[in-house]
């Protein structure tokens, strides 16, 4: 007996053995090193061809004049118009669905039942998947003359339809962060709160809403940060034409709808090209520095929480 | 003149399947500190939260019987359980202080609840700190976290929190557990203070410290009451030789 147990711990590796595991170990590490090796790739290639553009059409064209105008004769890049159609879509599309999201965030979070919830739930993980253009011909095919109506709208596609559209695919995003960030929220406060004779209502606003804010603050942040990267919709919705404007009633165009759009058919080396992916990496280098920002005050939030524990 | 403030009427609570206090009736005095012993899980703190329904937020939660506060039963339909809240304060095994600044703290209940004008703030916090002897250690940092304060003083300040609310009876769920002996020598004196004013339920299971503090001691097990008694009878001569075994350590 003893010498069987001696023997099992005493059997020495072989050659090959050992090399089975090397093996099985790079394996995985490079096919864990491929995902960061394409993200460099991809970096690499859309600095260099922006960098061409800036060295091709000087980086003054991009912000000096307010015309986008790639294919006419006399060819203006302007990114100013592209900005402002963004902004005029994501904005008020965070503002909208900060305001649903949150609520729903709250809902389940605090309010609803855990059965409730658990119907609820996958509701809004199937939104969340739901393919974009599905919700851009939703709010085409149906909204869009709903809201001309309603607003009175000189064009049917304009930015504030958009807005409705993309404020559909962030209500997940918020909600979903929301409610994580007011669960994180220690239950022994809730207690403190109900002890004190405070109700439900005012636990929730004067508890764990301020405990939990710099959480959903990054939620809204991060919806921003979709709603600006979200293509499909705003191509579909917005109309369309880079109009420098600030009227929500008007047809705007969105730097990513105006690189799905023309890319496609644009000659490769010309400086149009290149100005695509100009616009291309300065809205990577924006939605970067959004995300950034989320990723850091919801880790900031989860240490002070954990703090509280 | 002793004058009883609760009576427990033949309560019975249970969570789901699971029986936690059967049949239990006992009568706790006014201005009186009374404490609940007994080993872990024989019911000691379900029997402290239905008194200010904090059961009710326990998924499965139901109970048999009669609690009566002041002679009004408050498992009546027609009770305001925030309210009654408001009249049964409870003190936490841990401090459950928020995030916010000491002061904050203190007056985040009566701000909630309506009072708005700005000195008769500071006076309830200065008084609810004058009552539980923490005014010295606090009064010239009032505006700093209260997370900062050490662990007696953040149970101290639980205390005194839960007074902004001019509660009648004063809950704890083993207030002293996590404390070092000189801040649990300070909760005990505090408890002799608050007496006068409050009735007072205890839950430890320190015996010495049931023995120093209290009035009325009550023994449960397995979710009966054994024997409720006034302490010093409890403790010299317990008429149960259940509770004599659990006193002296001979059992639990």
Redesign the interface.
């Known amino acids: 007996m003893t010498k069987k147990y001696h023997s099992f711990y005493a059997k020495k590796r072989t050659f090959k053995s050992t090399l089975v595991e090397k093996a099985v170990k790079y394996f995985f590490f490079l096919n864990g090193m491929i995902s960061v090796l394409f993200l460099v790739l991809i970096f690499l290639f859309l600095f260099r061809e922006a960098f061409s553009a800036i060295s091709n059409i000087g980086i003054n064209e991009f912000f000096k004049n307010v015309e986008w105008y790639p294919t006419s004769e006399d060819s203006r890049y302007s990114i100013i118009p592209l900005i402002l159609g963004t902004l005029l879509t994501a904005i008020p599309a965070t503002i909208i669905s900060s305001f649903l999201g949150i609520i729903l965030g709250i809902y389940l979070s605090e309010i609803a039942s855990?059965r409730t919830r658990e119907i609820i739930k996958p509701f809004i993980e199937i939104f969340a998947g739901l393919p974009t253009v599905v919700i851009g011909f939703l709010i085409l095919a149906v909204g869009s003359t709903f809201f001309q109506e309603l607003f009175n709208a000189g064009t049917r596609l304009n930015a504030l339809l958009a807005a409705f559209g993309l404020s559909i695919i962030l209500i997940p995003t918020i909600s979903s962060l929301t409610e994580d960030a007011l669960r994180a929220v220690?239950n022994?406060?809730r207690?403190?709160?109900?002890?004190?004779?405070?109700?439900k209502f005012?636990m929730i606003k004067?508890?764990v809403i301020?405990?939990a804010i710099s959480g959903v603050s990054a939620g809204i942040i991060l919806g921003f940060g979709r709603a600006i990267g979200e293509t499909m919709i705003v191509l579909m919705a917005s109309g369309n034409a880079a109009e420098l404007t600030l009227n929500l009633l008007h047809s705007v165009r969105t730097i990513t709808a105006t690189i799905a759009g023309e890319l496609g058919e644009v000659a490769i080396g010309s400086p149009h090209y290149y100005s695509l992916f100009f616009i291309g990496t300065f809205l990577l280098i924006i939605t970067f520095i959004i995300n950034l920002i989320s990723e850091l005050i919801i880790e900031r939030m989860r240490k002070?929480l954990k703090?509280?524990n | 003149m002793k004058e009883v403030k609760i009576k427990i009427k033949n309560l019975s609570v249970y969570f789901n399947y699971i029986q936690a206090l059967n049949d239990v009736s006992l009568e706790i005095f006014e201005n009186k500190v009374t404490c609940l012993i007994g080993p872990s899980g024989c019911g000691k703190t379900s029997l402290l939260r239905s008194l200010n329904r904090m059961n009710d937020m326990i998924y499965g939660f139901r109970m048999k019987g009669e609690v009566l506060i002041d002679d009004i039963d408050i498992y009546d339909k027609d009770i305001d359980v925030v309210n009654l809240r408001r009249l049964v304060g409870m003190v936490f095994q841990q401090s459950n202080l928020f995030p916010k600044s000491i002061y904050d703290n203190l007056i985040f209940a009566p701000k909630i609840l309506g009072v708005k004008d700005k000195s008769e703030l500071e006076e309830i916090a200065e008084k609810v700190c004058t009552q539980t002897s923490i005014w010295d250690e606090v009064k010239d940092r009032l505006n700093e976290s209260a997370l900062n304060l050490s662990a007696g003083q953040q149970q101290r300040l639980c205390i005194a929190r839960a007074l902004t609310v001019n509660p009648d009876i004063l809950l704890m769920d083993e207030p002293s557990s996590s404390l070092d002996p000189v801040s649990t020598s300070k909760i005990e004196d505090l408890l002799f203070d608050l007496k006068r004013n409050y009735t007072i339920l205890i839950v430890t299971h320190n015996m010495q410290q049931a023995a120093r503090v209290s009035d009325y001691t009550a023994y449960l097990y397995l979710g009966q009451l054994v024997e409720y008694d006034k302490t010093t009878k409890i403790f010299t001569n317990p008429a149960n030789k259940q509770t004599e075994d659990f006193l002296t350590g001979r059992f639990g």
Not at chain 1, 191 to 199: D, H, T, V
């Open positions: 855990g220690p022994n406060l207690m403190a709160s109900y002890a004190l004779g405070i109700s005012a004067n508890v301020p405990a002070k703090k509280m």
